[in-house]
Nanobody, 120 residues
Framework: QVQLVESGGGLVQAGGSLRLSCAASGSIFSINSMRWFREAPGKQRDLVAAITSGGGTDYADSVKGRFTISRDNAKNTVYLQMSSLKPEDTAVYYC??????????????WGQGTQVTVSS
């Protein structure tokens, strides 16, 4: 089995910064794309940022210039550096990853989520 474990969430004032981490473990051969989503109360889960195995990145317009996604392939970990945080960034943040398992098949896995709260 494969697990994704997020960490780094918390309470921060507007204008502050947080760094989220998501580590994958288990029967992993390789990982293709990794992503961060967020879900605010009463809203749908939206894509925040994505990164390919080669390092190509994409961002939601609402976070461009403020958030940076990166990964450490040796550690099977994806990061989300969040700066200039706004109250509207408050949400549960989830990571997901397209994992190629030892059997050669690709599966998509989700983390359990980590709460980010930005106070005004």
């Amino acid at each position: 089995q494969v697990q994704l474990v997020e960490s780094g969430g918390g309470l921060v004032q507007a204008g502050g910064s947080l760094r989220l981490s998501c580590a994958a473990s288990g029967s992993i051969f390789s990982i293709n794309s990794m992503r961060w989503f967020r879900e605010a109360p009463g809203k749908q889960r939206d894509l925040v940022a994505a990164i390919t195995s080669g390092g190509g990145t994409d961002y939601a317009d609402s976070v461009k210039g403020r958030f940076t996604i990166s990964r450490d392939n040796a550690k099977n970990t994806v990061y989300l550096q969040m700066s200039s945080l706004k109250p509207e960034d408050t949400a549960v943040y989830y990571c997901n990853a397209d994992v190629v398992r030892i059997n050669g098949y690709e599966y998509r896995y989700w983390g359990q989520g980590t709460q980010v709260t930005v106070s005004s």
